[in-house]
Nanobody, 123 residues
Framework: VQLVESGGGSVQVGGSLRLSCAAP????????MAWFRQAPGKEREGVAA????????YYADSVKGRLTISRDNARNTVYLQMNSLKPEDTATYYC??????????????????WGQGTQVTVS
C-alpha cells in the first residue's frame, strides 16, 4: 500500500491550503484515513480522521472549524482543506491509514501505513 501526499506549501496567516492523499492501489473499506502533523521538536499529533465505512469525521479540538477532511471514493483520495491557517499549524503533514476506531483515531501508533509527508509553513 502506498500513500502519496501533495498540496503543501507556504502561506500567509489566515490563508488556505488543500492537502491531498492518494492511495491508487488501496481500498479503504473498514479502516480509517487520517491526517497527522509533526512540528519540529514535537510529537506527531492527530489532526483529522474519516471512517471509510461511515464517512463520519473526527477532529482535534485545535483545528475544529478550520480544517475539513473529506474523501473521494472514486479517486481513492483523501483531502484536508485548511482554512484560517495559523503559525501554529506549521508542520509536516502525514496521511495514514489503519484499523482504528472513533475512540483512538488520534493514536498514530495504531496506524499501519504512512505517506512521506508534505510541509506546511504558515507565516
Amino acid at each position: 500500500v502506498q500513500l502519496v501526499e501533495s498540496g503543501g506549501g507556504s502561506v500567509q496567516v489566515g490563508g488556505s491550503l488543500r492537502l491531498s492523499c492518494a492511495a491508487p492501489e488501496f481500498t479503504c473499506r473498514h479502516n480509517f484515513m487520517a491526517w497527522f502533523r509533526q512540528a519540529p521538536g514535537k510529537e506527531r499529533e492527530g489532526v483529522a480522521a474519516i471512517s471509510c465505512l461511515s464517512a463520519v469525521t473526527y477532529y482535534a479540538d485545535s483545528v475544529k472549524g478550520r480544517l475539513t477532511i473529506s474523501r473521494d471514493n472514486a479517486r481513492n483520495t483523501v483531502y484536508l482543506q485548511m482554512n484560517s491557517l495559523k503559525p501554529e499549524d506549521t508542520a509536516t503533514y502525514y496521511c495514514g491509514t489503519g484499523a482504528v476506531s472513533s475512540d483512538n483515531w488520534y493514536d498514530g501508533g495504531r496506524f499501519d501505513v504512512w505517506g512521506q509527508g508534505t510541509q506546511v509553513t504558515v507565516s
